[in-house]
Structures are given as C-alpha cells and as structure tokens.
C-alpha cells in the first residue's frame, strides 16, 4: 500500500444516550473506508469521557442480538490533541506516551450530546485538525430542535407546530388545547428517537415530559404532523457543490418510528420513495434550503412528513436536520446514497476529501 495514505482519526463513542449507536455507525464507517487511500485510526470515548484506542476489529462494533456495543474505558489511553500539529498521543501503561502523530483529519461519527452538538467541533478547530462534517454553529443548532426550527421558520419552511418546556416549567391548558392529541414529547437536544413519547391520552402527558427530561432539561412537545415520513441526504462536495439523494421513505410496524423500529427490530426503506416527480424535487429541493439555513457543511439527513392536505399542493413538512446522520448497516443515509449513484465506499471518501479541502477556520 502507498506510504502517503491520509491518516483518518475515527472517532466514536460519547458521553451522550447514543453512545452504541456511534459504535455501531463507526464499525461500519471503519468497514468501508477505503484502506488503498486511507489510514485509520479508531479513538473510542468512554460513556464517561475517556478517550481510548478503539478496537481494530470493527466487528466488536456490531449490534449481537440485541446487545449493543460500547466503547471499553480500560483500553489504552489516548490525549487528543498531542504533540503540535494533529498529534495523537498514545499511554500504554508506564511507557512514554507513543505519538501517532500526522492525523491528517478526523471524522466524528459521534451521535448526540458532547460530539453531534458542536463540541469536539470546537476541540478540533482549536488544534487546527480538519474534519468531518458541520461547523461549530450549525452543529450546535442542528442538535438543538428549539433553534433549529426557529432558523427554518426563518427560512420560510414548514415545520411541526410546537412549545418548548425549559427546567422547571410546564406545559400551559392553552397549549395543551392548541396542539390537540395525538402530541409527540422529545428532549431537545437528543436523537435516534431517545426519550421520545407519542402521547395519545391527556393523562400520559407528565409521564412523557419526565422521561424526556431523563435525557435533556429541556423538552419538545409537538403537535402530531400526518403525512409519510420520508427522508432525503445532502452531501457537499469537495468543490463546495452541494446535492440531494434520491428520498427514501420509511415503514415500520409500531405507532412511530422509535429506537427498537430503527435498530433492532424490522423496518424497511422504499428507495426511491414512491413519489409523484414533483414532490420528490420538491423534497430534495427543500433538503438543499435546510441545509443551507442552518449553515451546515459537509453532510445532513433531512427527515421530512409528506402529507396530501397541503394549501397550494401536497405539504411537505421538515420534521429534523441531523448534521451527523447515522452510518449502521441499517441507516438511511449511506443507502440513499447508493441508491443515487454512490456506493458507501466512494461516499466516505468524498466526505473525507471535503473535509480535507475545506481544512479549518472561518470560511
């Protein structure tokens, strides 16, 4: 293999309640990223934030059964950044820290709090080592749905109609009535459908609210959005062209689509969705506008509900903007992708090389 393969930090785990999911999203990543172009270097986070030298093997990665992988905090200890310059330092034991030094990028595959939400952004803009995906900003604000939304009403885009519950506050009578039934209670700050409720009767409402909040202080409580959800990947190019996939659409047998639907029991992807022609553009056109209105870069995945009812046409409603989408076998994005003319390989090495090309800083 050639000597000047880009060194690629891989970086998952975390301290946030999706700690499994980037494992498992990192095995696949270290499964497919090209080894003739890249060196890969994989760096796990403990669940209380060590960060170690993740496994080699990308099949202790992997969901068995219904057991999900962790990052194991005995391992080798890593401090990042070392020396000057994108150093890794490796302890091993009593020995003198081993450099891994010349980490070309990272990518973070990190779902969540503390590595989705513009932290090890801002980490790695301060050491100067170019990666992966959104900035600092739209990292931050794409993991915060209260913030998120108010930019894409901004935007002029059509989102769920909701209230945000800060600590120590209450839904009001009036906005329980407003919003009617079914509602959906979510954290704020969190994704792969933790702590989320879909709360068909008054009296589970408080029940909802508590479990969200075991995830984050501050609670999302929506009014329900009819429609098919349907799903659309926004990647930039490393000559700053951005494009949309072909949508996918989801089905799955429970009331939505919960944790268990999307890891670990049967859902399945009808890609391309079956749309009308128009409402597809439509939809990749308005993955592209989400994208842009929070200043994203690199990758999104744009989730949508796609109802009939609309005024001027069908209503095609932006339900989130995952900056950091997940890349498990069964994830949406990778196979949008594919679907589209890019197979996973190919697609990991435009993001690599996006990242490379758009290095760091203000820009």
């Known amino acids: 293999m050639s000597s000047d393969r880009v060194r690629v930090a891989v970086v998952f785990g975390g301290r946030s309640s999706e700690h499994a999911i980037s494992c498992v999203s990192a095995g696949s990543v270290l499964t497919h990223l090209d080894p003739e172009r890249f060196e890969v270097i994989p760096v796990g986070i403990s669940r209380d934030g060590a960060w170690v030298v993740g496994p080699s093997d990308p099949q202790q990665l992997t969901i068995s059964g219904r057991e999900l992988p962790e990052v194991d905090a005995a391992a080798d200890a890593l401090v990042l950044p070392g020396e000057p310059g994108r150093g890794l330092v490796r302890l091993d034991g009593d020995a003198v820290g081993e450099a891994l030094a010349g980490v070309d990028v990272v990518f973070p595959i990190l779902h969540g709090a503390f590595g989705e939400d513009g932290t090890i952004q801002g980490l790695l803009e301060m050491a100067g080592v170019p990666y992966v995906g959104a900035g600092v900003l739209a990292s931050a604000v ?163 509900f796609v109802a009939d009812e609309g005024v001027d046409g069908p209503r095609i409603t932006v339900n989130e903007v995952n900056t950091m989408p997940g890349f498990t076998p069964s994830s949406a994005f990778p196979k949008m992708w594919a679907v589209t003319g890019l197979e996973y390989s190919e697609l990991l090495t435009t993001l690599v090389e996006t990242a490379l090309a758009r290095g760091t800083g203000l820009r």
């Open 142 to 304: 794409g993991m915060d749905k209260e913030f998120a939304k108010k930019l894409l009403r901004a935007e002029g885009i059509d989102v769920a109609d909701g209230v945000v519950l800060r600590p120590g506050t209450d839904i009001g009578f009036a906005d329980r009535d407003r919003l009617g039934l079914p509602l959906f209670v979510k954290p704020a700050r969190a994704g792969s459908s933790m702590g989320v409720t879909r709360v068909t009767d008054p009296a589970g409402l408080d029940a909802a609210i508590a479990q969200a909040r075991e995830h984050d202080p501050k609670v999302l409580v929506e009014a329900a959005v009819p429609g098919r959800e349907v799903e659309c990947a926004v990647l930039e190019f490393p000559d700053g062209s951005v494009r949309a996939s072909l949508p996918a659409e989801l089905r799955y047998s429970g009331e939505f689509y919960d944790f268990e639907s999307k890891y670990l029991d049967v859902s399945e992807l009808d890609i391309p969705a079956k749309l009308d022609d128009e409402i597809t553009d439509s939809v990749r056109w308005k993955a592209i506008t989400a994208f842009r209105a929070l200043g994203v870069q690199g990758l999104a995945r744009v989730d949508f």
